[in-house]
């Protein structure tokens, strides 16, 4: 229904700033062009002014089905009329969602829930460390996992700030960051001859097996089999973070699709399109170590793991994208405008790299190869910019920070698509050099 308080997303804006530090929850909420949302349906979202946006940022990937999906939402609301929360015991919804993800995930054979991202990313580490013995901390230049202090760090770095702690926050303990090891993503011979420098101080390696958190950078041929032959050499835990794209890309993720299964795996965008939900699973040996067995030693514990409702949501959620074949069509769908965009930018003479893997997708303004983060810095930031924000012009909504990845849903339609390249056509016009 339409908006009926009649207030515009800048009033909105400004009210917020005066509560809330920013006026937003989150600091990847805040944008230059502040845009308020009031509802959701499907594969659109209409802003406080009444505009219509066909959603590919679907809150940063969370959202896997549609905004207010039926199904789901009529799951949680069924299942809030008998349970929401115990603080005692498990549930049998508890136990359904696990083992359909142990069914579907190479490397679960155990699981544990949690709520964010960031809290399943830190018990991963504090695991490996648990395990192994060791402290420090392999990650790469340009991946992102949260705000956990060992791995809070050299996200989008500026160029200057490459082969340093680059850390994005302050208030992180010096000895902690300390015991982080930055290397370039998918260089094999690095992490190589890091792991024979520090292999007796060495706990894990942590890495999104694709790196969405720079757009769309791919794997090297062998570079994930090198590191679990690494790992295996050495005692050290493989850690994926398939935080995006963990039942995004296939019900079995990335590892099921590249064939490389790691120690500890976590998830959490899409699993329950849009409760709040995370998970941490792994290899048995490795998951009894958590003090929810007896003889755990590893903590893990939170007052709102597996609430009914994100269980609820992410039952239903599993279950629809298998019956709707959500990763079928959605590379079909991918791959459409894909294409197109690729026929546009050769049309309009604009140089740039249309990037895809499963249901993501986004355009680099740049020539190829795109396998490091010093490869990302050749993107031209303007152009990429100046792009997206006419796309939101055109009632397509891309998030106009470099570099973020496009969502794709199972509700967006072949009349989404069409109309996403139609929209592309005036937004590439306007940045094609004179």
């Known amino acids: 229904m339409p908006n009926e308080r009649r207030i515009s997303s800048n009033e909105l804006a400004n009210c917020a700033k005066d509560v809330i530090p920013g006026g937003v929850n989150s600091y990847a909420r805040k944008f230059e062009r502040e845009i308020n949302f009031d509802r959701g349906q499907g594969s659109k979202i209409y802003d406080l002014d009444g505009n219509e946006y066909v959603d590919y940022l679907n809150a940063w990937g969370a959202i896997l089905l549609g905004h207010c999906d039926s199904e789901v939402n009529e799951a949680v609301t069924t299942t809030l009329a008998e349970q929401d929360l115990y603080g005692y015991g498990t549930t049998e919804l508890e136990v359904e969602v696990a083992k ?17 991202g960031s809290e399943v990313v830190a018990r991963a580490i504090t695991l490996a460390r648990a395990v192994t013995g060791g402290k420090k901390v392999i990650k790469f230049q340009g991946t992102y996992h949260g705000w956990y202090d060992s791995v809070a760090m050299n996200h989008l770095s500026e160029p200057e700030k490459l082969g340093t702690r680059d850390v994005f926050t302050e208030g992180l303990l010096e000895q902690t960051v300390a015991e982080t090891i930055i290397l370039p993503f998918n260089d094999l011979n690095a992490v190589q ?24 950078v791919l794997p090297a041929d ?49 699993i329950a399109n849009g409760y709040p939900l995370s998970v941490l699973c792994g290899k048995e040996k490795y998951m009894d170590r958590f003090q929810t067995k007896d003889g ?11 609430h009914a409702a994100s269980m609820a949501a992410a039952k239903t959620s599993m279950q629809a994208l298998q019956e709707r074949d959500f990763h079928k069509v959605g590379v079909e769908r991918r791959d459409r405008i894909c294409d197109a965009f690729e026929d546009l930018f050769e049309d309009y003479g604009v140089v740039a790299t249309v990037k895809r893997y499963g249901t993501v997708f986004l355009t680099y303004f740049m020539e190829p190869p795109i396998q490091t983060y010093q490869d990302v810095l050749r993107n031209d930031d303007e152009k990429y910019h100046a792009y997206r924000q006419m796309m939101i012009d055109e009632g397509i909504l891309m998030v106009p920070k470099p570099l973020r990845r496009n969502y794709l849903l199972e509700r967006h339609t072949t009349e989404d698509v069409e109309r996403t390249i139609e929209a592309a056509k005036p937004a590439i016009a306007s940045i094609k050099d004179d």
Do not use: W
């Open 100 to 116: 359909e993800i142990v069914k579907h995930v190479p490397s679960a054979e155990k699981v544990l829930f949690g709520v964010t």
């Open 296 to 306: 755990g030693d590893v903590s893990f514990g939170g007052t709102y793991n597996s």
């Open 193 to 216: 001859e890091t792991v024979k420098e520090h292999s007796d101080e060495l706990a894990g390696i942590i890495l999104e097996p694709v790196a969405h958190n720079m757009g769309c």
């Open 222 to 270: 062998g570079f994930l089999d090198g590191l679990r032959r690494i790992c295996d050499e050495n005692g050290i835990l493989l850690i994926f973070d398939e935080i995006i794209t963990g039942f995004r890309h296939d019900m079995g993720g990335v590892q099921q699709l590249e064939g490389v299964i790691p120690d500890l795996t976590t998830l959490g965008k899409g």
